[in-house]
């Protein structure tokens, strides 16, 4: 494949085109001039935009970072020469979709390709797939390092064996020790995990013989408690019907006392309540009765003894109404107040009249004193009485009262007790509560055994994964075996390619450098070694200066190209500011080397530099092409 021009859409491209040469084409532009964007759109017209990268921080997904400046749809046309024809490619924007469009149709007759889709057109044109473009002809200056992939593999195995480029190394002997880790890695995969299956089958297996005795013993245990329950229970049967009997005997002497006590208060009181009881006078009428005698007895006394005392005192004034005529004032000449004389024989019988008054009084107080005396004497010994028998009556009530409380709590003692289980032994309690534990754990062993699950369902079970494991044991045998011949087979292919890659890096690498280094070796992971000229010692990459390892690079890159597609296969080399960090000696070889690459294979070569236009100007076969800016 040639490529012949390109017109873009796409990022800073509107509507840009872009010529090539058939050899060398050197494309010149400062830095912001769009030669990246060039070469992505390359990229994109080959193999198509994948619209399903995201965005990640610092660096925008393509269908972001490229989206057109002037905001038309994203679309582009390659016109490249394939299999001696004119063929243009195009890839448009639809239905949203960046470049989601595809058409392939050869120039001359406007016939699409036969076989040419969106996802096949880079490959068909190339021959390389995506992986293996990226890692052999397309250099970016930010990406020199050659880095290993299945794809590249493939085709550097296909070189250097059956021509095949569905066979990897990498693949196979990932696939294997996918493979083998699927069986067993570490503790994981099937075979552990079968094991582990088979370990915890005979540990159920085990834990189910252990179990079992461990059943029987409390099955023995739970049956001689059964026996000592039923002896407690005959024996507690018997004594509850005696002690039923014993109660209801007491109950029927508790009810007939309860009785009596009954009858014998309520005869209590009727009799304070019965009417011919009533018909008696009442204690407080006798004690109303009594206070009024007292009280006469004692207004007699006190009228008896203000008379005595008016007589008393009437009988003194007569007295001095004689004496003082009579005998006081003869003495006192001089007095001036002056009383007659009253006669003897009047105040006497006056005098006598008032005593014999009191005598009178007197018989009449004592009378009647008599009288009342005897009648008081009488209501106090009727009062007493009455009142001895209220006591009397009031003492039997509340004795009957006490009976009949007594008579009652001991009738609802006995109900009670003939309603209440007889007193049950320790021993009988400990005898039920360990029959009722040992039942409990009995429950417990028969429910692990049932999830445990059938002892010959896990018999049957264990031959089954024993013949699993087996199996899978044979197949990690022969994996392993299939490992180690896969990687002897890989040592000698090997053997056999990285001598031709080497070699040829070699020979790129001395050209570059003017002849300073002569040797590169690589290992499996194209890790590189090189050894200097006339020196006996490999010197590791992280000793060469940037410049030196941006040719080792290239080298190793035009050599990956000669492997994977020989000249007659050979599809455009294309370069990325891959040579900025050459020297102005070794930027003459390295462009030297390019136009001779350029006679078998065309380059495209892009250059933020003047240098390379300088030294290429006039040369056959170069074409220089300047972008806008330049």
């Known amino acids: 494949m040639k490529l012949l021009r390109l017109t873009a859409t796409f990022g800073c491209l509107d509507h840009a085109t872009l010529e090539f040469g058939p050899g060398l084409t050197l494309i010149e532009a400062p830095n912001g001039g769009g030669k990246s964007t060039w070469c992505a759109f390359l990229r994109t017209m080959l193999y198509g935009l994948d619209t399903r990268q995201r965005d990640k921080k610092g660096a925008p997904a393509d269908k972001n970072r490229y989206r057109p400046w002037n905001g038309a749809p994203m679309e582009g046309l390659l016109v490249c020469e394939h299999e001696g024809k004119r063929l243009e490619l195009r890839r448009t924007s639809a239905g949203g979709v960046p470049m989601g469009e595809f058409s392939a149709r050869w120039q001359e007759t406007g016939l699409p390709v036969d076989g040419m889709t969106a996802e096949t057109a880079g490959e068909l044109l190339t021959g390389l797939s995506q992986e293996v473009f990226d890692r052999s002809v397309f250099l970016k200056q930010t990406d020199l390092a050659v880095s290993q992939s299945q794809e590249l593999e493939k085709k550097i195995t296909a070189l250097v064996s059956t021509g095949e480029e569905d066979i990897s190394f990498t693949e196979a002997n990932d696939c294997l020790k996918t493979w083998l880790h699927r069986r067993r890695f570490h503790k994981t995969g099937q075979i552990p995990q079968l094991e582990a299956r088979e370990e915890a089958l005979r540990q159920s297996l085990d834990q189910t013989t252990a179990l079992r005795q461990e059943l029987d013993q409390l099955r023995a245990r739970a049956n001689s408690l059964r026996r000592q329950r039923d002896q407690w229970e005959s024996r507690l049967s018997k004594e509850q019907d005696e002690a039923q009997s014993l109660n209801q005997k007491r109950h029927a002497e508790a009810a007939a006392e309860l009785d009596a006590a009954e009858a014998e208060l309520q005869k209590l009181q009727a009799q304070q309540t019965d009417p011919e009881q009533q018909a008696d006078p009442e204690a407080s009428d006798l004690a109303e009765d009594i206070q009024a005698t007292q009280d006469d007895l004692a207004s007699r006394r006190r009228l008896m003894t203000g008379f005595v005392t008016l007589i008393v005192l009437l009988s003194l004034c007569a007295a001095a109404a004689y004496a003082i005529p009579a005998f006081v004032l003869p003495r006192f000449p001089d007095f001036p107040l002056q009383l007659p004389e009253i006669p003897l024989l009047f105040v006497a019988p006056i005098v006598g009249g008032l005593w014999v008054l009191v005598l009178l009084f007197a018989i009449i107080k004592a009378v009647c004193d008599h009288r009342d005396g005897k009648e008081l004497t009488k209501l106090q010994d009727l009062y007493d009485q009455r009142t001895q028998e209220l006591g009397q009556l009031d003492q039997a009530l509340q004795e009957a009262k006490i009976r009949r409380d007594l008579?009652?709590?001991?009738?609802?003692?006995?109900?009670?007790?003939?309603?209440?289980?007889?007193?049950?032994?320790?021993?009988?309690?400990?005898?039920?509560?360990?029959?009722?534990?040992?039942?409990?754990?009995?429950?417990?062993?028969?429910?692990?055994?049932?999830?445990?699950?059938?002892?010959?369902?896990?018999?049957?079970?264990?031959?089954?994964?024993?013949?699993?494991?087996?199996?899978?044991?044979?197949?990690?045998?022969?994996?392993?075996?299939?490992?180690?011949?896969?990687?002897?087979?890989?040592?000698?292919?090997?053997?056999?390619?990285?001598?031709?890659?080497?070699?040829?890096?070699?020979?790129?690498?001395?050209?570059?450098?003017?002849?300073?280094?002569?040797?590169?070796?690589?290992?499996?992971?194209?890790?590189?070694?090189?050894?200097?000229?006339?020196?006996?010692?490999?010197?590791?990459?992280?000793?060469?200066?940037?410049?030196?390892?941006?040719?080792?690079?290239?080298?190793?890159?035009?050599?990956?190209?000669?492997?994977?597609?020989?000249?007659?296969?050979?599809?455009?080399?294309?370069?990325?500011?891959?040579?900025?960090?050459?020297?102005?000696?070794?930027?003459?070889?390295?462009?030297?080397?390019?136009?001779?690459?350029?006679?078998?294979?065309?380059?495209?070569?892009?250059?933020?530099?003047?240098?390379e236009q300088v030294r290429l100007a006039g040369q056959a076969g170069v074409t220089v092409v300047p972008l806008p800016g330049a």
């Open 407 to 611: 008579a009652l709590r001991y009738f609802d003692a006995v109900s009670q007790a003939s309603g209440s289980t007889p007193y049950q032994p320790p021993e009988a309690e400990a005898c039920r509560a360990s029959l009722h534990q040992t039942e409990q754990e009995i429950a417990q062993l028969q429910g692990q055994l049932t999830a445990l699950g059938d002892p010959l369902l896990i018999d049957a079970e264990l031959d089954e994964l024993q013949s699993t494991i087996y199996r899978h044991q044979t197949d990690y045998d022969a994996l392993e075996i299939a490992m180690q011949a896969l990687q002897e087979a890989d040592s000698q292919l090997h053997a056999r390619f990285s001598p031709q890659l080497g070699q040829k890096a070699g020979d790129y690498f001395r050209q570059l450098t003017a002849g300073q280094f002569d040797q590169v070796s690589l290992d499996r992971s194209l890790h590189v070694t090189v050894r200097q000229t006339g020196s006996l010692a490999d010197r590791p990459l992280a000793l060469l200066s940037q410049g030196t390892k941006d040719q080792l690079y290239l080298a190793l890159r035009l050599s990956i190209a000669d492997l994977v597609l020989p000249a007659g296969a050979a599809c455009p080399f294309v370069l990325d500011d891959a040579l900025l960090a050459f020297d102005d000696q070794r930027l003459d070889l390295a462009l030297d080397l390019l136009r001779q690459l350029a006679e078998r294979r065309q380059v495209i070569l892009f250059s933020c530099q003047r240098r």
